[in-house]
């Protein structure tokens, strides 16, 4: 008697058609993860390049500059010298938002990068030449 491979042969085929099935199946679950972890870190920005007005006591540190609100909510500020004369006092900025990056990282350690929300100054008005207390 001689045995048939045809059966055999057949399924495997059915075998391996469900691997690769199965293979393609995972691969475009893994896409759509990556895709959907991407589109989340973009809400994070939402809002850059838009125009904001915000009021408050200024602060200025190592060059850097911040307006807290009468929340006590910190805002930090790009570098302007519109900003040098009005240290200590309450004022009012108009700019637009955006994205600074900074890099700390030494050399042959993991990065150390940070994203921070800053407004660009484009005006600024004085309220007050001093900060009232409930607005720091």
């Not at 199965?22 to 390049?49: E, H, P």
């Not at 909510?73 to 200590?88: I, R």
Request: aromatic share 6%; charged share 20%; with cysteine.
């Amino acid at each position: 008697m001689k045995w048939s491979s045809a059966p055999l042969v057949a399924r495997n085929g059915l075998l391996m058609q469900r691997k690769l099935t199965t293979a393609c199946v995972l691969a475009i679950l893994a896409m759509w993860s990556q895709a959907q972890t991407w589109a989340a870190s973009r809400k994070d920005n939402t809002g850059v390049g838009e125009p904001v007005t915000v009021q408050g006591c200024l602060q200025s540190s190592l060059g850097q500059f911040s307006i807290v609100d009468k929340d006590g909510m910190t805002q930090q500020l790009s570098f302007s010298k519109k900003l040098l004369h009005y240290v200590g006092h309450e004022i009012e900025v108009t700019g637009v938002t955006s994205i600074r990056t900074y890099d700390t990282t030494q050399a042959g350690a993991a990065s150390s990068a940070v994203e921070q929300r800053v407004v660009d100054v484009k005006s600024v008005k004085e309220i007050s030449k001093t900060c009232s207390p409930g607005s720091n």
